[in-house]
């Protein structure tokens, strides 16, 4: 699922007429590299939820047959946040775990394979077992960017958690069971972080570093400075 419904109110005055995942970076529509690297991996089936301006991201994208796609959206009359989104089109998504990626970050080498298998019941050598416990989710973290330097949650080996340290930022990208939205009414505003912070408290949240390129754009400034040409090379 990629989550498209958000206004950008910080990109202004640039979202006021394009959805903030049509923005281009390197020629390319933010949302379209996700979908392209999604098949890349040989995901096909995409949900997206869109509310701003979402008349036109279904007008630039279509059914995804343009990109070896099946896409499906999932309208929302005003944006229900991440959380109350995923569960707003959770009969879209199936019963199987699946991944969820914020539309309007740039990770161009980010490898979707890596995703495969993420909440299988694994020993520490990598062997199935029935854990008593699993965890609801896999999140992918990434080094603080300067604008957010106190980080979203700390990494071990135990997996996620909301206390020690160091912490790292949350990348946006993750997998999911669908038991995990269960409890949010379709229609209902819910946030991401504050499911991800209960399930860390519970033990039940596992999680990696991903040390690849990685850009969330919230400004003009920030979408102009990764269209320079000096900026890092994209993947074609």
Known sequence: ???????????????????????????????????LN?????ITD????????????????????????????SPEKTALETAGGIAN????????????VSADIY?????????????????????????????IAWVYMVKNPAYHPEGDFALSLMGISNQGGPKYTFANIGVYRPEMFHAITPGEHA?????LRKYADRGQLGGEMYNGLWYNIGTPEQLAELNAPLAPPALG
């Open 38 to 42: 999604l098949v890349r991996a040989g």
């Open 1 to 35: 699922m990629l989550l498209a419904a958000g206004r950008g109110e910080r990109m202004r005055p640039l979202t006021d007429a394009c959805p903030k995942p049509l923005l281009k970076v390197r020629g390319r529509p933010l949302i379209v590299w996700h979908i």
């Open 46 to 73: 995409i949900v997206i939820n869109h509310a701003h301006l979402g008349h036109m991201i279904e007008e630039a994208l279509g059914d995804g047959s343009q990109f070896g796609a099946r896409l499906a959206y």
């Open 89 to 100: 089109a959770l009969h879209l998504l199936g019963d199987e775990p699946f991944i969820v």
């Open 107 to 135: 990770i161009p080498y980010f490898n979707f394979n890596d995703c495969r298998n993420t909440l299988e019941d694994n020993d520490m050598w990598g062997n199935p077992h029935p854990a008593d416990k699993r965890d």
């Open 191 to 195: 946030r991401l972080g504050d499911l």
